[in-house]
């Protein structure tokens, strides 16, 4: 049950705290006087989109907190997946800031607005006048029916299902349209492929084959001059060694005369050794290089192939050709293991329908069960309610195809003249007979999983007199098994209730102020008269209203 809702700077409203008991409570008040402000406060705690139009100081945050009293079991599965605290009671706090960013909590920890829709709407369950509108709608119809026979756990299943089973459809849309438009290129990424099988080569080796064909290209040119540098370094009587010893000879003859020679004697026999250790290697690439006409020529094809392939596909380098023969054999590897991923694809879908024909068909028996077992309370609160000759029809169809909710079609059937046979409830029904037909589907919801709250707001529109009267007696029994609380302008409601709350607003120096009252019953008694009077609380509205509070609490 709801114990307090506590709403800050929302509206008119600078700071209000509203206490609930058990049973039945009404909200009454002049029009203006805040009470829609309190349904709007609730119903951001649904998850309605927030706005700045909200704050009443447009620099300070809005805060909408209410606090339920619950069956903690009922919420420590989803509690625990979310990591919020499992306490006795559910804190159920949104804020609105001045950016018009809004932070939700529960437990005082922080969601997101999803999970606060799901928390509070298994907490309270908010009828308004639009709810009315919203019957005429075979959807709403629909749901109604699914609260009445406990199918949210098996519909919140079914739709996580038949999410994953959409999905499932959509890839396989995915792969079959690019596996078609692969087809028309495959061909020419099996040519691709055939021209580059010569890649054979990493870019190290190719960039020494490179070196290889230039030294064959030149290998007549480079022997020769080899030759005459080996004869320049080394083997000529004047060469750059003999030289180097003759200097080394002279140094060592000035030694004695002249020390600073020994350092230069140094050098000189450091540099004799590094020409030593050219010469060795120039003799050995000498050694090597042969002119070989045939390999010369192997490796000009080879690479004119090569810089072909880098000419036609616009690459700059080896190393891009090779990412280029990557990519269509990646393409080419995909495309052969694409016949089997939509192949596994069918086969999940198929065992995924099954499984949600099979639960589809378990819904749709369910609710055709409840459908036809409520249709005779119905009628017999219909009946209370001044409607003798109205006559409803639940019918349900069942669907070829599976929809989020199912295979079940529902559509009610209604009139409230034995004149008429029952026609769609949107084409008939007037906004007093929805009204009535509501508060009768809510009065008859006895699910062990719904709302233990029930807040009205102004569910009783379109009645008066007698009528309204057996509607405040309906919400008066539904009050027994749940908490009810009504927003109503119906005396006769406000006289069935358990407990009473007045809305009166204020204006003072230009600052509205809201204020609440919890009425005693001569407090009542003056509060249902002013509901009773147009204008000034007459004596007779005064006996009238004691005369409803004494009738109501003898039921």
């Known amino acids: 049950m709801l114990k307090t809702l506590y709403v800050k700077n929302f509206a008119i409203i600078d700071e209000l705290i509203l206490s609930f008991n058990q049973n039945f409570t009404v909200i009454t008040g002049e029009t203006g006087a805040g009470k829609s402000i309190l349904v709007n406060a609730i119903l951001l705690l649904t998850g309605i989109k927030a706005n700045t139009s909200f704050l009443k100081n447009k620099n300070d945050k809005s805060i909408i907190e209410a606090i339920f009293t619950a069956n903690i079991n009922n919420f420590e599965e989803l509690f625990k997946e979310h990591n919020i605290d499992l306490q006795n009671e559910i804190i159920i706090r949104r804020e609105i800031l001045p950016s018009g960013t809004t932070r939700q909590y529960i437990n005082d920890c922080i969601v997101n607005v999803g999970l606060l829709k799901e928390t509070t709407l298994k907490l309270i369950d908010i009828h308004s006048q639009y709810h009315n509108i919203l019957l005429k709608q075979q959807s709403f119809q629909l749901q109604i029916i699914d609260t009445q026979a406990n199918l949210e756990k098996e519909l919140t299943s079914y739709k996580q299902q038949f999410l994953l089973y959409k999905e499932y459809l959509r890839q396989l849309k995915v792969l079959t349209e690019k596996q078609e438009e692969e087809k028309k290129n495959v061909d020419f990424w099996l040519f691709q492929q055939k021209e580059f099988e ?16 230039q030294s064959l290209e030149h290998a007549e040119e480079i022997l020769e001059k080899l030759s005459s540098l080996y004869a320049i370094l080394y083997q000529n009587e ?21 020390p600073r020679a020994k350092s230069w004697i140094d050098s000189i026999r450091s540099t004799i050794e590094e020409i030593k250790e050219i010469s060795k290697e120039i003799i050995s690439s000498h050694e090597n290089i042969q002119a070989n006409p045939e390999k010369y020529q192997t490796l000009q094809n080879q690479l004119d192939a090569i810089y072909k392939l880098q000419h036609k596909y616009r690459k700059s380098s080896y190393e891009e050709l090779l990412e280029l023969k990557a990519e269509i054999n990646e393409k080419l590897s995909h495309f052969s293991t694409s016949d089997e991923q939509i192949h596994l694809l069918n086969q999940k879908i198929q065992v995924l329908k099954q499984h949600l024909i099979h639960a589809a068909e378990s819904m749709h028996s369910k609710r055709y069960k409840i459908s036809q077992a409520i249709q005779k309370p119905i009628l017999q609160k219909l009946q209370s309610l001044g409607m003798p000759h109205a006559t409803i029809e639940i019918q349900l169809t069942k669907l070829e195809e599976l929809t989020e909710n199912g295979i079940t079609s529902l559509q009610l059937f209604f009139s409230a003249n034995p004149k008429f046979s029952p026609q769609p409830l949107d084409k008939i029904a007037s906004g007093g007979e929805l009204s009535r037909l509501l508060l ?3 009065s008859l919801n006895t699910s062990v999983n719904s709302p233990k709250t029930i807040f009205l707001d102004e569910a ?6 007698e009528i309204a009267f ?8 539904l009050a027994i098994t749940k908490q009810v609380i009504a927003i109503t302008h119906l005396p006769q409601v406000a006289a069935c209730a358990n407990h009473h709350i007045a809305v009166q607003k204020s204006t003072e120096n230009d600052e509205t102020r809201v204020t609440i009252s919890y009425l ?3 407090q009542r008694i003056t509060e249902i008269a ?3 009077s147009s204008d000034q609380i007459t004596l007779a509205a005064l006996e009238q209203a004691s005369y409803l509070l004494s009738g109501a609490s003898d039921t």
Request: proline share 2%.
């Open 460 to 465: 009783d529109s379109g009645i008066s007199g």
């Open 198 to 213: 010569i890649l054979q080569w990493t870019p190290v080796e190719f960039h020494e084959l490179e070196q290889e064909f």
């Open 520 to 522: 005693n019953n001569e």
């Open 238 to 258: 004047s060469s750059v060694l003999h030289q180097l010893k003759v200097s080394e000879k002279i140094l060592i003859d000035l030694i004695n005369k002249f």
């Open 530 to 532: 002013k509901l009773l």
């Open 470 to 477: 057996k509607a405040g007696k309906i919400m008066k029994e």
């Open 440 to 442: 009768t589907l809510k």
